[in-house]
């Protein structure tokens, strides 16, 4: 056996994988459990459950490996917190947590995990926005816009729309707080469009106005699409639920008017996002190699047909569902690719392992 194989090497592999695991990894449940929902609102009931159950084992495992690097190495958990670059990615933790939540109740009508997982997503967000977002205020120490700043930002407003959404879903199975649950859920959905507006002002004045590298161009930014889908979403849930609260009847106007804004502006993202992505693949030639970061991508495609489909629903306009028919399968490709990419770089892994004993 070679120097540096076995049992030792293995445990040094583990330990460098658990020390290095990106806060942003949670993005694999979001885009998971997002084509899953899509797939079972569109009557794909095989892809949706096979994903629904695959959606479980990576949510435990992905909370095993952060529990063990919070344990472990917590001053690089705690460094990558402090990063402008990495630590708004550690809002997947609270998207993750919703959108699984939310298979929960639409997949299988359970609402005891559901409500679980939302309380955690509760209390995650109300833990990581101030913290980070306070740490990075009074930080001595900044970077540029141009350096500090890409499209995980956004995830601040995907994990504050996904509560408002799970919130909505599992307002039928608390009779009697139904005012107080969609209340807190469209403060929620309120939050996330204010954030978004000011986050998404920041990237678009670094697109515009600093240069830009295509191996900077990176899948991330896709959620400048997937931000305001998800808020469609979440606008669209409200909607739906408008008749088991006064509030929202008097204020079905606005959210109705506010929801077909973030619909337009998701839509309005996809044709300039697949030009910049051609510049980056095609021109800057940068080569597909499996990243977590491209979990970033498929999210949005997935939940820009999932939000199509409900605004569809929620507001009569049926020509809509035309989208969320063809657009679906581009999330499928999307996530096939990269799952592809885990699988492959796993399997190298296993065999560069095997080669060297």
Known sequence: ???????????????????????????????????????????????????????????????????????????????????????????????????LGSQF?????????????????????????????????????????????????????????????????????????????????????????MLYFLIITLIFYRFMFFSLKPEALGPPYWINMGAVAISTLAGASLVLNSDKAALLQVLLPFITGVTVLFWAVATWWIPYLLLLGAWRYMIGRIKFTYDPQYWGMVFPLGMYTTCTFQLAKAIHLDFLLKIPQLF??????????????????LVRSLFSHGNAS
């Open 328 to 345: 679906i399968y581009a999330a499928f490709l999307a996530w096939g690719l990269t799952f592809f990419g885990l699988l492959k770089l």
């Open 105 to 193: 109740v639409i997949l299988m009508n359970a609402f005891k995990p559901a409500t679980a997982l939302l309380t955690v997503g509760i209390v995650s967000w109300g833990l990581l926005i101030y913290f980070i977002f306070t740490l990075f205020t009074v930080s001595a120490e900044k970077p540029s816009i141009a350096s500090g700043i890409n499209g995980v930002w956004l995830v601040s407003i995907v994990a504050t729309q996904s509560i408002s959404i799970l919130s909505c879903l599992i307002v039928s199975h608390f009779p009697g707080f139904e005012t107080l649950i969609l209340f807190f859920s469209l403060c929620m959905f309120l939050v996330g469009g």
């Open 1 to 99: 056996m070679k120097s540096g194989s076995g049992p030792e090497s293995e445990r040094s592999k583990l330990q460098s994988a658990i020390a290095d695991f990106p806060p942003a990894y949670f993005s694999m449940v979001m885009a998971t459990g997002i084509v899953s929902i899509a797939s079972h609102l569109l009557d794909i009931p095989l892809v949706s459950v096979a994903l629904f159950g695959l959606n479980i084992v990576c949510y435990i495992v992905l909370w095993i490996f952060t529990c063990a690097r919070i344990f472990i190495y917590p001053r690089r958990f705690f460094d990558d917190l402090k990063d402008h670059f990495k630590g708004v990615g550690v809002f997947t933790i609270v998207a993750g947590s919703c959108v």
